[in-house]
């Protein structure tokens, strides 16, 4: 039995980790990355939290539609990094400063 | 000490130190394969949570599907040779300043509150989060069918090149 402290603590860190690469990144790719991390840290937060009623499973449910909104997520992204690198022959999200296609 | 936490406290570690390299790699390539490892071991953290069903979506969502996207995207822009791999760090200090505040936020939540201990685990799941979808949240799964119908239109949209006739 994992107590359910121990699970949020590693699903803290992981998030922090992610938010990290968020900020720090300059490639859009490894950006994205972060923010797959962040959102598994909050699947590990609702699967914590679902221990507390095992028989409900509500926290499993919620984890299963958070998985597949990223997965759209990542979708729609893989296509504007596309398009940004179309546009501007790169990845670096500090070298796409204008708004114009 | 328990098989079951000995086997957490050993995937958590790993969890966190392929974090950890994704964050700190300087190629992306790499990155990407760091991603694979750190969604692996939270599939293996579900499998001990006995969340047998999530644990199979995260390996076939996650690790079959977005990490195999990102390698993509990976390849698709960036090419070999023009330097252009590597991950400059910058707005360094600003972001460790964020991360330090929020992580002692998170620490601070978790020290303070009294969370509910962790029940029996009851059985196979996977029947009954299917029972669920279909009654409970029917309504968010339709709405969830949805949202992919359009981000399946929506990301071709935007990807496929602009072909003008003139």
């Keep these: 039995m994992i107590p359910t402290t121990h699970l949020l603590a590693v699903g803290a860190a992981m998030f922090v980790l992610g938010l990290f690469a968020l900020l720090t990144r300059r ?20 699967v914590a939290f679902n221990q507390a009623r095992p028989e409900a499973l509500d926290g499993q449910v ?31 999200l500090d070298e796409a400063d204008e708004m114009k296609g | 000490m328990t098989p079951t ?29 760091g991603l694979l490892g750190a ?37 698709l822009t960036e090419h070999m040779g023009r330097g252009a791999y590597r991950l400059v760090s910058f707005n360094l200090l600003p972001a460790l300043v964020t991360c330090l505040l929020i992580g ?18 009851a059985g196979p799941t996977a029947a009954r989060i ?10 968010p799964f339709e709405v969830a069918s949805v949202l992919l119908l359009v981000v399946l239109i929506g990301a071709v949209a935007v990807a496929r090149k602009e072909v003008r006739d003139e």
């Design chain 1, 62 to 92: 919620a984890a299963v539609f958070v998985i597949m909104l990223a997965a759209a997520e990542f979708a729609v992204a893989l296509a504007l990094v596309l398009s940004l690198y179309q546009t501007f022959r790169s990845v670096h």
């Design chain 2, 39 to 75: 969604l692996f071991g939270v599939a293996v953290l579900y499998v001990l949570c006995s969340a047998d069903f999530l644990a199979a979506v995260q390996v076939l969502i996650y690790v079959g599907g977005v990490n195999i996207l990102i390698i993509f995207g990976v390849m």
């Design chain 1, 27 to 46: 490639n859009a790719v490894a950006a994205f990355m972060g923010i797959e991390l962040m959102l598994n840290a909050a699947n590990l937060n609702f």
């Design chain 2, 130 to 139: 299917g029972e669920l979808f279909l009654t409970k949240y029917l309504l």
């Design chain 2, 5 to 33: 936490y000995a086997a957490f406290m050993a995937m958590s570690a790993w969890v966190l130190l392929a974090s950890l390299y994704v964050v700190t790699t300087r190629n992306v390539v790499r990155a990407a394969y």
């Design chain 2, 104 to 121: 002692t936020a998170l620490a601070l939540g978790l020290w303070i509150y009294p969370w509910a201990a962790a029940g029996e685990p």
